[in-house]
């Protein structure tokens, strides 16, 4: 019996993420004395947290008593290191170097005696109320689970656009006059994305994440777009997103402190971060500054896990990024396939009635829940495909059913010599369109009638393995002829390239 009771919580754990607990709780008892007057919660922060989460909860609101909140740093008003005041107004709130809860101030996190500031403007005089402060400390720029939480917590397809400009960086709108243009700011953007109908956006201004404390403001407001955490690593010798960290990180290649990309790979690595190469195939010239993937010495593909195949509309053109991609997965490395509008102008989708901007192309992930850690998560898995025009409902789904597995797009599977897979190719919504079997690279004659005579059609061929490494893909193409869906594959007894030197 002891055994199950100790297996069962264990398997819970396996099955779902299980939440951060708080390394503090403060807590405390208030009575009618306490009635307009303030209080210090004294908390010791230790060296290396770089970011401070609350979580704040009293009893005794039916009969009207009120408890405001505050934060001070070491020394307090003193010291300037008064962090904020949000009255009654929000019970949980976080501070960190590069974004803060509304109300609250962005700053460092210095370690010492910090209090939590009690204000309560209302307690009757035979009331009694008790207090609880969950207190979470972060380190290395992890967003506590407290802030990402779902925004919706079933597993699904979810679209979005993993590549984009603003305010922060060079990205332009024209203002209230309609008059010229200027810094496009964050809310418009956002705003755009969810006229656009997409679930979630990466906010990939160039180098920095000053965006994080706008984007700290407007996510609440936006509780059906996800804004996840980015920034486009911008050199010399290439771009590349990395996604889901707002710590700021040396961008310099070539500098003394970051000599080459696997340098900084290897931090951004340090950081949970997800990174893909942008727009590897454009020419580097005055026209656009380090904008072709020229990386020497040559990168650790291990420490990539995307490749943006498609960026803006280049996906029939001869600066599209999928022969790059195929050729790294020909060598062997596992890379997800995702699409970036690189959007510089948020007005411009609905300008131009959609045909270019935010969301063209959009990239759809199989994930557990609409949060940041479970799409980086998918995406990181290769459970993706590009939708190269941003429709809202078109769709592909390549599946492949083994002896002992039934994979999706972006799994590996061990098939032994002569084994047999069955794969199935659900497509949506591109009626007239036809569909292409990528195996290794090139197109596979392994589907009769590729021509997608309904709005939608399921495909099946059955594959005999010989054993060795192949990774196995499907495309779509509309009645036009123009690439429409691009899926990421299927690997098949994939071997990982050995270490680089
Ligand atoms: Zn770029
Ligand atoms: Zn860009």
């Not at 607990?21 to 008892?29: F, N, S, V």
């Not at 509008?341 to 989708?349: F, Y």
């Not at 059913?401 to 797009?409: I, L, S, T, W």
């Not at 369109?433 to 195996?439: A, F, Y």
Request: net charge neutral; proline share 5%; charged share 20%.
């Amino acid at each position: 019996m002891k055994i199950i009771g100790l297996l069962l919580p264990l398997l819970l754990c396996l099955s779902a993420r299980a939440a951060d607990k708080p390394d503090l709780a403060l807590t405390g008892k208030l009575d009618g004395r306490d009635n307009q007057t303030y209080k210090l919660v004294p908390f010791d922060v230790p060296a290396g947290v770089d970011r401070i989460t609350i979580d704040f909860a009293y009893s005794g609101r039916d009969e009207k008593t009120t408890i405001d909140l505050g934060l001070l740093g070491p020394g307090g008003f003193r010291n300037n290191a008064f962090r904020g005041w949000s009255g009654g107004n929000k019970s949980r709130f976080t501070v960190s170097a590069t974004d803060a809860t509304p109300s609250y101030i962005v700053g460092p996190i210095a370690p010492g005696r910090w209090n939590l500031l009690l204000g309560i403007p209302n307690i009757r005089e035979k009331a009694h109320a008790e207090y609880t402060a969950k207190v979470y400390f972060s380190r290395n720029g992890r967003i506590p689970d407290l802030l990402d939480e779902p925004l919706r917590a079933q597993a699904g397809w979810y679209r979005g656009d993993l590549h984009m400009h603003g305010a922060h960086s060079d990205g332009s709108c024209t203002p209230q006059s309609g008059k010229g243009k200027v810094p496009c700011p964050l809310f418009v953007t956002a705003q755009a994305a969810a006229e656009r109908g997409l679930d979630f956006i990466a906010l990939s201004d160039h180098n920095t994440v000053s965006q994080a404390n706008a984007v700290r403001e407007l996510q609440p407001y936006f509780d059906r777009l996800l804004l996840l955490a980015g920034r486009e690593l911008t050199t010399f010798t290439g771009h590349a997103n990395l996604l889901g960290s707002w710590v700021p990180l040396d961008f310099r290649v070539g500098s003394a402190g970051v000599p080459d990309w696997n340098t900084l790979l290897r931090n951004a690595a340090r950081l949970d971060g997800f990174v893909s190469i942008n727009h590897p195939i454009r020419l580097s010239g005055e026209i656009c500054m380090g904008c072709g993937w020229t990386a020497k010495p040559e990168v650790d593909m291990r420490l990539v896990q995307a490749i943006e195949v498609v960026n803006g509309n280049d996906a029939d053109t001869a600066i599209s990024g999928i022969p790059f991609w195929q050729a790294q997965l020909d060598k062997g490395y596992r890379l997800t396939a995702v699409g970036g509008s690189d959007d510089h102008n948020a007005k411009q989708w609905s300008e131009s009635r959609g045909a270019i901007g935010i969301g063209t192309p959009t990239t759809v992930v199989h994930a557990a829940n609409l949060s940041q850690h479970a799409l980086l998560d998918a995406l990181r898995a290769g459970h993706a495909y590009v939708d190269v025009f941003g429709s809202k409902d078109r769709s592909l789904e390549f599946t492949a059913k083994g002896p002992d597995f039934d994979a999706e797009m972006g799994d590996e599977v061990k098939l032994a010599q002569n084994t047999k897979a069955d794969f199935s190719l659900k497509v949506a919504n591109v009626g007239g369109g036809s569909v292409e079997i990528v195996i290794d690279g090139r197109i596979a004659n392994v589907i009769d009638q590729p021509k997608i005579a309904d709005a939608s059609r399921t495909f099946a061929f059955t594959w005999t393995s010989d054993g060795h490494r192949h990774w196995l893909r499907a495309d779509v193409r509309g009645a036009d002829g123009k690439l429409s869906l691009i899926g990421n594959p299927i690997y098949v007894n994939r071997v990982a390239p050995a270490a680089s030197p």
